[in-house]
């Protein structure tokens, strides 16, 4: 028995497998690849002048010049959270093309608000395991 077929006689245990197995290659790139002191430092950073904002409700100025000092930090917010996204960004579409193909023929090729039920089961575990993977590696 091959893989494909392994996969279309159990839909739903490889795609929960294959989004483990996903969330985990996208946690590893993530890890590897995000300074972590950085993005720490920018956290708390945010974290204090949410503070102040909250402090100085009344004061709209103040207001705008806390969240000028915010918008300083998206740039490179976003540079730390693109550099993974680029590297896992082709193989996982390689992959969702592939599974198109393979779960065509299953139960789960059913279309349930817009999707298959597939990409339903996918999505739901792998936000689950991702947020489970992003607290064990300390991502968050």
Do not use: C
């Amino acid at each position: 028995m091959g893989i494909t077929e392994f996969m279309q006689t159990n839909p739903y245990l490889s795609i929960i497998t294959i989004s483990f197995l996903v969330s985990f290659f996208v946690t590893i790139v993530r890890f590897y690849m995000t300074d972590r002191e950085k993005m720490r430092e920018i956290k708390s950073r945010q974290k204090e002048l949410r503070k102040k904002i909250k402090e100085h409700r009344n004061n709209p100025e103040k207001m705008m010049e806390f969240n000028k000092q915010m918008m300083q930090d998206m740039p490179e917010q976003m540079k730390q959270s693109f550099k993974p996204m680029i590297i896992t960004m082709i193989p996982v579409l390689i992959l969702f093309r592939w599974l198109w193909s393979v779960y065509g023929d299953t139960p789960l090729s059913k279309v349930f608000i817009f999707f298959p039920a597939w990409l339903w089961w996918y999505i739901i575990a792998s936000i689950v395991l991702s947020l489970l993977l992003s607290k064990l590696f300390k991502l968050q």
